[in-house]
């Protein structure tokens, strides 16, 4: 056993061919900044009184599963993977040049693909099974990496001996990549205006649910529940229209699109990710009131799905990677 640094620490991901049965190795080791995934066990406790004071008398496990989350600097070959992962379905198509567009649309099932998790240390190398998704948040603020952060619930680890590696070919993105656009309808973004802000966080919520079945202290499954996308902003307080928004219960389409245009993939491309969300409702409208400060607003929002568009969010990936 050894002593060691957060560093250390490394995560591996597979797609599962056979859901809940673990991949063999990583397809991909992701550079991470953060880390919280361990083991939990729950415990039954044996209160019986026995003519004493004391509380108990035993405990036995009743319940082992993984759960945690990690986060870092989104990097566009790897991403795919949590994309899957969260929204549920895709497909991958050719760009003329050599690069791939990935759609990611949203699965409308209660048992979306599973990853395998390859949490390595100096200490623990295992591989857990069954791992689902249940939140991924992406932050774009100014002056800084684009960056995620994802939860999961899986099995429990097994044993395994991973050899990480990592690729230079997975390339970032940056705060001046990133554009936001609202309009009335998902037709009327490509023709909007940018939106100038500060930050804007997407989150995607899954609300997986580890069930349980008698004659196992492992979820015999771990299906995915209601699906829900929300967000936040920040820009100057320079007008009242996220203000009138909330008031009026406007809905607004939003596209916030991240390209790379300081890297070329195939002949011509940028890497790129873009998340496109049907009208949504805002909510939380507030100012920041700092005596010396220059005033800025904030402002929440709620996904909603359209019956119109059949959707409430789609995310599309241009990288290098043929298929997920």
């Known amino acids: 056993m050894s002593t060691q640094i957060g560093r250390r620490i490394q995560v591996g991901l597979a797609k599962e061919t056979t859901r809940g049965t673990a991949e063999a190795s990583a397809t991909y080791w992701l550079p991470k900044v953060d880390f919280d995934f361990k083991e939990i066990a729950e415990y039954a406790v044996d209160e019986s009184g026995i003519?004493?004071?004391?509380?108990?008398?035993?405990?036995?496990?009743?319940?082992?599963?993984?759960?945690?989350?990690?986060?870092?600097?989104?990097?566009?070959?790897?991403?795919?993977?949590?994309?899957?992962?969260?929204?549920?379905t895709w497909s991958s198509g050719d760009v003329a040049d050599s690069s791939y567009t990935h759609t990611f649309t949203v699965l409308n099932t209660n048992q979306h693909p599973a990853l395998t998790l390859f949490p390595k240390d100096a200490n623990i190398d295992e591989k857990h099974a069954l791992g689902m998704l249940s939140q991924l948040t992406i932050n774009c603020a100014l002056e800084d990496y684009v960056r995620y952060n994802v939860g999961f619930i899986s099995k429990m680890g097994a044993s395994t001996s991973s050899t990480p590696s990592y690729s230079t070919d997975d390339l970032s993105f940056l705060a001046q990549h990133i554009t936001v656009k609202f309009a009335d309808s998902i037709a009327a973004l490509g023709t909007a205006s940018e939106s100038t802000l500060r930050n804007v966080n997407l989150t995607i919520n899954k609300n997986p649910e580890a069930w349980m079945s008698l004659g196992d202290k492992e979820p015999t499954d771990i299906p995915n529940k209601q699906f829900s996308v929300s967000g936040d902003l920040e820009a100057i307080f320079d007008d009242t229209i996220y203000r009138d928004y909330v008031i009026d219960g406007s809905q607004k389409a939003c596209e916030i699109a991240i390209e790379n245009t300081d890297e070329t993939i195939g002949t011509s491309s940028n890497p790129k990710l873009t998340f496109t969300l049907a009208p949504m409702n805002f909510r939380d409208w507030g100012r920041g009131t700092g005596q010396d400060d220059i005033t800025t607003q904030t402002v929440a929002f709620d996904g909603n799905f359209s019956l119109s568009q059949s959707k409430m969010i789609e995310a599309e990936l241009v990288n290098t990677v043929e298929s997920y």
């Open 51 to 88: 003519g004493q004071i004391e509380a108990r008398k035993d405990a036995e496990v009743v319940k082992q599963l993984g759960e945690g989350s990690f986060g870092g600097i989104i990097y566009d070959r790897p991403f795919g993977l949590l994309l899957g992962a969260a929204l549920g």
